[in-house]
């Protein structure tokens, strides 16, 4: 025999399932006010829940945007030494004091995932458009430019 309270659960049920854009607005304006009334008090919760679940939290979000789990991002993080696949050095970049992981470095146009960056190179080849060509004469500027380059006229020498 069910008792009073289950029965009023799966009465209430019953009816979100037939009202679902009803109780999805009920339950809006409910924590609408909930978060109204104690700003303070949710900040502070979710900040120690993201702060427990920081591991699952990331590894969830690198699955949804690269479709890695976390044993490929290891296997690749290990494959590479624990380095950037561009400058071959360890992360330096910092998020609240604690050391970034590499970045996941991915092709914008196939989604394909394509090494471990540190924040430097990433955002390097971001800003560079991930274009070949533009990569490309940067190193040429680069050579055109460099110290050891006969043909650089310094800016500094008086003569």
């Known amino acids: 025999m069910i008792d009073k309270r289950e029965k009023a659960r799966l009465r209430a049920a019953e009816w979100r399932a037939r009202n679902p854009e009803k109780a999805k607005e009920i339950s809006r304006r409910a ?6 009334e104690n700003p303070e ?39 590479q030494n624990g380095t950037c696949a561009i400058c071959c050095q360890p992360e330096t970049a910092t998020r609240m004091g604690k050391i970034k992981a590499l970045a996941v470095d991915h092709s914008h146009v196939t989604g394909k995932v394509r090494g471990l960056l540190c924040s430097d190179c990433n955002m390097g080849i971001g800003k560079l458009k991930d274009d070949r060509n533009i990569i490309l004469n940067a190193v040429k500027y680069l050579d055109t430019h460099s110290e050891q380059s006969p043909n650089v006229v310094s800016l500094t020498s008086k003569g």
Not at 50 to 55: A, C, L, V, Y
Request: hydrophobic fraction near 30%; include cysteine.
């Open 41 to 79: 008090v949710i900040r502070a919760y979710n900040q120690a829940y993201r702060e427990k679940n920081r591991q699952a939290l990331c590894d969830a979000e690198r699955e949804r945007k690269f479709g890695i789990s976390r044993q490929e991002y290891a296997e690749l993080f290990h494959s």
């Open 31 to 36: 924590n609408a006010k909930k978060r109204a």
